[in-house]
């Protein structure tokens, strides 16, 4: 630890490329740093971009024992009481407006998250690919705008070819304008997401929730969309294959996902100064 910080509470994690690799897996070494934190009695939560469903399998295999943070911040959600504590969403005209991009950039696909379903206009990619990245109950429409049903939907996320980012980023935030938040995500995604839907603020309100202050969180990401997390936990530890914004505001630095990373870090400022007298 470094000098006079308070022992960790509360850690939250990332998955793609901070938990997960490529095959979706988490590693033995991290999974034994998870189990090992637990047993001491650190609360770990998963703070990810993935609908709840989706994050389910993941809270079960890491032994997550407090509520998750999902939809990049704007669902949290306890499944030990299978209870939503807390749920943003997007106005229905402007979802609307966002879905209008796609006819404009063939190459991009629009996926509207609501009501429970993942609406798109096609299936173009393997059904795989959208249940473990996206969620399931994937629905096909023509107007997007319509199935929503005037309902608010929950986000706007856009897959996009990786060359394509910086572009879908600045058309994103040219509509949406200050009605909500435009970030990447993944290599393949760009999403619309409710003001106040980022990481950092549900990662604020879950620790509020459970009584820990902020210099006792410690989080651990390797995203754009995780810099608002790593920003405001006591203690913001980016991966090595991480992106440059991620990096600049990370205090720590871990080794990369093939490394086991996140376990180094756990084993570090948790395991270690849980038995450093």
């Known amino acids: 630890m470094y000098p006079d910080t308070p022992p960790i509470a509360l850690i939250a994690l990332d998955l793609d490329g901070t938990i997960l690799n490529d095959q979706f897996q988490i590693s033995p070494r991290v999974l034994s740093a998870l189990q090992a934190a637990v047993a ?10 993935r609908p709840v469903e989706v994050t389910r399998p993941f809270v079960k295999a890491v032994g997550v024992n407090a509520p998750t943070i999902s939809m990049q911040g704007g669902v949290i959600y306890d499944f030990a009481t299978e209870t939503t504590l807390h749920e943003l969403t997007l106005p229905h005209e402007l979802a609307c407006a966002l879905t209008e991009l796609e006819a404009h950039y063939p ?6 998250y609501g009501d429970g379903a993942l609406y798109v206009s096609s299936i173009r990619y393997p059904m795989d690919f959208y249940a473990s990245l996206l969620g399931t109950n ?3 429409h023509d107007d997007l705008c319509a199935a929503l049903n005037r309902q608010d939907p929950q986000k706007v996320l856009y897959i996009i070819p990786p060359e394509d980012a910086e572009l879908a980023v600045n058309e994103l935030k040219r509509i949406t304008g200050d009605r909500a938040t435009v970030v990447r995500s993944h290599a393949l995604f760009v999403e619309v997401n409710p003001l106040e839907a980022h990481k950092g603020a549900g990662l604020a309100r879950l620790a509020a929730d459970l009584g820990i ?9 390797d995203q754009d969309n995780d810099v608002t997390m790593l920003e405001w936990a ?3 530890v980016v991966m090595s294959n991480g992106s440059a914004a991620s990096k600049l505001v990370a205090d720590w630095i871990a ?6 990373g996140a376990a180094i870090a756990i084993e570090r400022f948790v395991l270690s100064a849980a038995h450093t007298p």
């Open 40 to 49: 001491l009695g650190v609360r770990v939560t998963i703070a990810t971009g």
């Open 107 to 112: 190459a991009w696909q629009a996926v509207i």
């Open 138 to 140: 994937l629905q096909v």
């Open 213 to 221: 202050p902020r210099e006792q969180v410690m989080a651990i990401g």
């Open 234 to 236: 006591g203690l913001g």
């Open 255 to 260: 080794p990369s996902i093939t490394e086991d």
